[in-house]
Each structure stands twice: as structure tokens, then as C-alpha cells.
């Protein structure tokens, strides 16, 4: 009995695929629970504690005390170990596991999740593990990982579920501007000469992530503005006739996500639509104010 018992369990999750993910994903976690997602929180290191990502602060807590902070938080070097945690969690479940990361040029989240995909093949010899870096970041990535997740729990094999990720990691866009570049520049990631001089001029930069890389796309002087520029943009991408996947995020600027969000909703034919909270894990460097949308068309 027992036996067989162990052969049906193998047969019954052969074709189920788990999905992993980690809490830069945005995912709202309603939709984290509806969709079965495993998730690995993110630490970060605020007035020399460490905190989980959305386990001992929420965001909207990292954002007041970012607002406060003299000394800005980090965030801790990701480690293998929840990741293993995460994909022993997943594999009681499923024969097959596909971790999706944000992009290895912008974390070491990549890193970690295949450092441990090495220590599951002791732990976890019969799960196969896959990890594909998504390319994108924040809510994009948060797409990816749901579109992800749908697929598996339709039933399909690891490989058909690699193959709808990577058709959406191709399509998905995103686009965001900062409230103030302060943050950048605390953090050493903006020279200061550049902040000065966009500070003189109200600058709100948007930048957008590709290829694994933030890049600037253009400036406006507002943030209403900045929002326009946004949904030009956001027009132009869109793939006419085919529904469109939108994400909005914001990093404690909920009101304006909502202008957004309606905005989207009026112009565009939406398959789904929903707002999200802005990663701290990003939020850490861009300050509060983020606003932002990921999106992409077809199906």
C-alpha cells in the first residue's frame, strides 16, 4: 500500500510545476495566495536591525520610516537558504519547481536561487529546479511570475511553463519616475553634481529596465506631467487589438496610482489591471513617490 501510494503521489504532481518567486516581485499578496506562489522574502537592514520584506514590515511601514530615517537602510545580501526553504516548501507539492528572479546585473537574487537550486540536489533529489532571470524588475516582474503561475496551474509541463514566461518576458515593458532623486544620490548612485542640477530644475526622470539594466528614458518637469509622458509611451508600446496586462506600482503615492490606474482603464482594452505597492528592495534607492506601470499585450 505504501508503495503505491508513493508511486500515485509521483504520478499525480509529475505534471505540476510550482512557481518561486521573491518579494520584489510586487505581487499583491492576495494574488501571491490565489496563485499558490511561493515567495522569498528580501531583508533589509533598517537602524541595524533586519527586517523580512512583508513578514516584519509592511511597505507601507518601509516607506513612513524611510520618510524619517537619517541613516538610509540596506538591503542584505540575499542568501541561498531561503530559497532552498522555498523550494522544499514547493516540492511538497510539485515534482518540478521554476524560480523566476530579477535580473542578476541588478541583485544577487539570481545568484543565491541557483546557489541553492545546487543544495536542493542533496536535500531534494527527485525535484527538478529551473531558475530564468526575468530580464525585468518590480511589478514587471511580477507579470512574468503570474503569467507564470496560471500556466502551471493549468496543468502544463515545466517546459511549456518555461515557454509561456519567456514569451511574456519578451513583451512585458515598464515604465517609472522618481519623486526626487535625494535617495539616488544618499545612495551613492547618482553623482552629485547631476542631482544638483536636476534638483534647480524640478526634474522628474522616467526610467524604464531592460535587458536586466534601469535606463533613463526622458524627463518631465511635474509629476503630472511625468504621468502624461507615461501613458504616451505606454500608448505607443501597446499592441493594437490585443488586451493588455498592466501592473500599476506606487512607493507610498497610492492616490496618484489610482489616477493612473483609471487612466489605463479608460484608454486601453484591459485583461487585467490591478495597483501594487512599489518593492522596498527598490524603494531603498528611488525613495517614496515611486509611480510606475509594467505591462504587455496579448495573451
Known amino acids: 500500500g505504501y508503495w503505491l501510494d508513493c508511486v500515485l503521489i509521483q504520478y499525480f504532481m509529475a ?7 521573491d518579494t520584489t516581485a510586487c505581487i499583491p499578496q492576495e494574488m501571491v495566495e490565489k496563485h499558490g506562489i511561493e515567495l522569498v522574502p528580501v531583508l533589509f537592514i533598517f537602524g541595524g536591525e533586519s527586517y523580512r520584506d512583508g513578514i516584519d514590515m509592511s511597505t507601507a511601514e518601509f516607506y513612513a520610516r524611510l520618510r524619517q530615517a537619517k541613516k538610509l537602510p540596506t538591503t542584505s545580501g540575499s542568501l541561498p537558504t531561503p530559497y532552498l526553504e522555498a523550494y522544499r516548501k514547493a516540492s511538497q507539492r510539485a515534482a518540478s519547481i521554476l524560480c523566476i528572479t530579477i535580473p542578476a546585473k541588478l541583485s544577487g537574487m539570481y545568484n543565491s536561487a541557483q546557489l541553492a537550486v545546487e543544495m536542493a ?3 531534494l533529489p527527485n525535484v527538478t529546479i529551473e531558475v530564468l532571470d526575468c530580464g525585468t524588475a518590480a511589478a514587471g ?4 511570475v503570474l503569467e507564470a503561475a496560471k ?4 496543468g502544463k509541463g515545466l517546459t511549456e511553463v518555461i515557454g509561456i514566461t519567456r514569451s511574456v518576458m519578451q513583451r512585458v515593458n515598464l515604465l517609472a519616475t522618481l ?3 535625494n535617495y539616488l544620490v544618499k545612495g551613492g548612485r547618482v553623482p552629485k553634481a547631476a542631482a544638483l542640477a536636476s534638483s534647480l530644475l524640478q526634474i522628474k526622470p522616467i526610467f524604464t529596465v531592460e535587458d536586466g539594466e534601469a535606463h533613463p528614458v526622458t524627463n518631465a518637469r511635474t509629476m503630472p506631467g511625468a504621468m502624461k509622458r507615461i501613458l504616451k509611451i505606454l500608448g505607443q508600446k501597446v499592441v493594437e487589438g490585443q488586451p493588455l496586462h498592466a501592473a500599476v506600482m506606487h512607493a507610498d503615492a497610492l492616490d496618484r496610482a489610482k489616477e493612473l490606474e483609471n487612466e489605463i482603464s479608460q484608454r486601453f482594452d484591459c485583461a487585467e489591471l490591478f495597483i501594487t505597492e512599489f518593492t522596498p528592495v527598490m524603494g531603498v534607492h528611488t525613495g517614496p513617490g515611486v509611480i510606475g506601470v509594467a505591462f504587455y499585450s496579448g495573451d
Open 15 to 21: 505534471d505540476k510545476v510550482a512557481i518561486v518567486t
Open 121 to 123: 540536489k542533496e536535500a
Open 141 to 144: 516582474q511580477g507579470l512574468v
Open 151 to 154: 500556466a502551471a496551474a493549468l
Open 179 to 181: 519623486d526626487t532623486l
